[in-house]
Nanobody, 124 residues
Framework: QVQLVESGGDEVQPGGSLTLACRAT????????IGWFRQAAGKEREGVAC????????YYADSVKGRFIVSRDNAKNTAFLQMNNLEPEDTALYYC?????????????????RGKGTRVTVSS
């Protein structure tokens, strides 16, 4: 059974920062690309970021480029999404996901296996 567990979601003010974590509990995360996508109320899924396995290149949606950083710590079997300068438009349920491939797909929202999500609310 594939299990990914997200954590770190919270409510913050605009301009604030959060770091989300994604821990794999039933497989070794080292070999695979890990993506993050989000879904806001009433909106479609949006791929946010992805980190590949091979040479660990990273990919970002235009809406978060320059503000979000995706990373991984293979020793902890965990991936991270550091979110800076948060905006109200970033409010959503955030998921990490994988397809058990080495490279990132065109959009992380297309990745098949995901966790249950962690909620981020940006509000003043």
């Amino acid at each position: 059974q594939v299990q990914l567990v997200e954590s770190g979601g919270d409510e913050v003010q605009p301009g604030g920062s959060l770091t989300l974590a994604c821990r794999a509990t039933t497989f070794t995360l080292d070999y695979y690309a890990i993506g993050w996508f989000r879904q806001a109320a009433g909106k479609e899924r949006e791929g946010v970021a992805c980190i590949s396995n091979l040479f660990q290149p990273t990919y970002y949606a235009d809406s978060v480029k320059g503000r979000f950083i995706v990373s991984r710590d293979n020793a902890k079997n965990t991936a991270f999404l550091q979110m800076n300068n948060l905006e109200p438009e970033d409010t959503a349920l955030y998921y990490c996901a994988t397809d058990f491939g080495e490279r990132c797909p065109e959009s992380a929202s297309d990745m098949r296996y995901r966790g249950k999500g962690t909620r981020v609310t940006v509000s003043s």
